[in-house]
């Protein structure tokens, strides 16, 4: 799948003018609230014809303003999550799921009802009417829903913004599997750091109403100016890893990855289950020798790649292990200290405890399996 | 008991005829009703205002007025009456139809006002993401809207049945007051009171209409309870 656009959109107080391309398995519109995220999700959907421009998907143009070209909302075949469910309230659940259906040509039909009730965990919930439903099976019902009118693309507008942080955790992986196990392109929009660096193959940073930078999750991450001064601390390199083995007296999970080996709190997750993490640049020390005597488990030897100062007293530190960029954010006076160049050899020091739910794909609670 | 039952065959007519002229009018108005309803809750054009006042304009005329302006306009030398007759066959004046039409323009602003209401409560984003689903706008009305404000016309087409069942002054000007044909049960009721002795049939005929406006009132709690149940808002 590949969506492209080029859009110019005026808003009562401020424009959108984004241009960008996007091939990912999950593309991640990101940027602060006011960015133009959403308004740009609502011109992929339909939602809003906007002012000038043109977007397609593989080629099919949805709107081309130039051509006279506008494909109303209900014959994209775009399925939508909204940030508030928007369930139908004079439905059951099974009603809400089946909705799709029936505008669905038979022969587009790919979404089968038990498969997505069973990628969902929705099945005790068929028979109940919304309003019954909290807030986390109220926002798998709309997942199921969009599923099942059997989207060319799926177009999640903040899925998890409304939700506190147990019920978020209830969600995520059943994006994961989403984005794992259906062909669907996603389109997802958000404005976390911690859902953007689990979930993205690709990121698109949107700020003011503009494309700031587009890419790779993992390049993009690496990047702590591009994020909103809120998330910064948020940030930092996003790695691609396999569970290697468990470490039952410690409860530790142990990680194989590029940079070498990681270990975190233990992980609901099968030997050789792929695991993305994110190491925030704030969890990451410095040391010029190999330390000893230091609590710290995850000490990554590497060479100094780049250097960008911060904001107020801080300096960002890429260092390449093996391959793989871990970024740092220290004090300029421990760097000036410490004598940190470009080319440096230095050792990365991460605490183990320094990785959470937030920062580990921490795998579907257990009664589900994986 | 008895003597409330033991109505005269013109006082049968009379509860007869009342009902079904409110029934016609209550169900001949709603299509229009919805309609207009929602130009007006929804609609952005010229003259929405004059639409507004015209179809308000029952509720502050005089229903005499109002009356004889259906006079004018369907009675057989009326524009419209002369058209509809000549065309359709269908005639209005002095005949039942011409009371079922009355009580339906005289009911119609309180029918609008109750399906505007509702449709005003309807959640758009909830439209917007039936839309979204494949549904088209015509679909998305079906299957998302009408359902939703279900209470508001339950409560409109009750409103105006009501209204109906106790329209008088723009009935009598417009179809007079004749016996089986257009007199409902408030014309019967006046003529009652204008004749010696006639208290006894005005004092039944009051009771009748009474109860006849409890039942539909109770009818249309329950029903809306009915819907208001299965929706289960949040």
């Known amino acids: 799948m590949t969506l492209s656009a080029d859009i110019s959109h005026r808003l009562s107080d401020f424009a959108v003018e984004a241009r960008f391309e996007s091939a990912g398995r999950l593309t991640a519109l990101f940027g602060p609230s006011g960015s133009g995220k959403s308004t740009l999700i ?3 959907a339909g939602l809003i014809r906007p002012d000038k421009g043109r977007i397609s998907v593989d080629g099919n143009v949805l709107v081309d303003t130039a051509a006279r070209i506008f494909v109303p909302m209900h014959k994209r075949r775009i399925g939508m999550v909204f940030q508030d469910a928007r369930l139908f309230p004079h439905m059951s659940v099974a009603g809400n799921l089946r909705y799709g259906r029936w505008f669905t040509p038979s022969s587009e039909r ?5 498969a997505v009730v069973d990628l969902l965990g929705i099945g005790h919930l068929l028979d109940r009417r919304p309003a019954k439903l909290s807030g986390g099976e109220r926002q798998r019902v709309a997942i199921g829903r969009a599923l099942l009118a059997s989207p060319k693309l799926l177009l999640m507008d903040e899925p998890l913004a ?3 942080e147990a019920r978020k955790a209830e969600i995520l992986p059943y994006i994961e599997r989403l984005r ?14 911690a859902e953007v ?12 109403g503009k494309v700031a930078a587009a890419g790779p999750t993992e390049a993009i991450m690496r990047r702590l100016d591009l994020l909103p001064a809120e998330e910064r601390g948020e940030g930092g390199a996003v790695l691609d890893t396999k569970v290697l083995r468990h470490d039952e007296v410690f409860g530790m999970t142990v990680l194989a990855s590029q940079a070498g080996e990681i270990r975190v709190p233990k992980l609901a997750r099968a030997a050789g289950a792929p695991v993305r993490i994110r190491i925030r640049a704030r969890d990451v020390m410095v040391a010029t020798e190999k330390p000893a005597g230091l609590s710290a488990l995850n000490i990554l030897s590497g060479t100094i790649v780049g250097m960008k100062p911060g904001e107020g007293p801080e300096v960002e530190i890429g260092i390449d ?3 793989a960029v871990v970024i740092a954010r220290i004090t300029e006076q421990s760097r000036q200290a410490l004598g940190l160049k470009l080319g440096s050899q230095v050792f990365a020091v991460i605490k183990t405890v320094s990785f959470d739910r937030a920062n580990t794909g921490a795998g579907l609670p257990a009664e589900v399996g994986v | 008991m008895n003597w409330l039952l033991d109505l005269t065959p013109d006082e049968w007519n009379a509860v007869r005829l009342s009902i079904k002229v409110a029934t016609v009018a209550m169900i001949a108005s709603l299509p229009p009703g919805i309609l207009i309803a929602l130009l007006l809750a929804r609609g952005r054009f010229w003259g929405k205002t004059l639409l507004n006042g015209l179809v308000h304009l029952p509720l502050i005329l005089p229903p005499v007025v109002t009356g004889y302006l259906l006079l004018l306009t369907f009675g057989r030398r009326g524009p419209a009456g002369a058209f509809l007759a000549e065309h359709f066959g269908i005639i209005f004046s002095f005949r039942w139809t011409g009371a079922a039409l009355a009580c339906g323009v005289m009911g119609f602003p309180l029918m609008v006002r109750a399906i505007w209401l509702s449709i005003e409560a309807v959640d758009r984003r909830i439209e917007a993401a039936a839309g979204t689903l494949g549904a088209n706008p015509l679909w ?3 299957t998302i809207t009408l359902p939703l404000i279900l209470p508001g016309l339950i409560a409109g087409a009750i409103l105006s049945f009501a209204k109906a069942m106790g329209e008088f002054g723009a009935t009598i000007t417009f179809v007079s007051n004749i016996p089986n044909e257009t007199q409902t049960l408030p014309s019967a009721i006046y003529t009652f009171t204008q004749v010696p002795g006639g208290d006894e049939g005005a004092l039944r005929l009051t009771l009748i209409s009474i109860v006849i406006s409890m039942a539909a009132l109770i009818a249309s709690e329950v029903l809306a309870r009915r819907v208001g149940r299965r929706m289960d808002i949040e």
């Open chain 1, 162 to 164: 409304s939700l506190d």
């Open chain 1, 110 to 114: 790919y979404a089968k009802m038990d």
């Open chain 2, 140 to 142: 998305v009305f079906a």
């Open chain 1, 42 to 44: 609502n011109l992929i």
């Open chain 1, 197 to 208: 660096a689990r979930l993205a193959s690709d990121v698109v940073v949107l700020s003011q």
């Open chain 1, 321 to 323: 292990c093996h391959g």
């Open chain 1, 180 to 193: 794992d196990e259906t062909k669907i392109p996603i389109v997802y929009v958000s404005h976390s750091v």
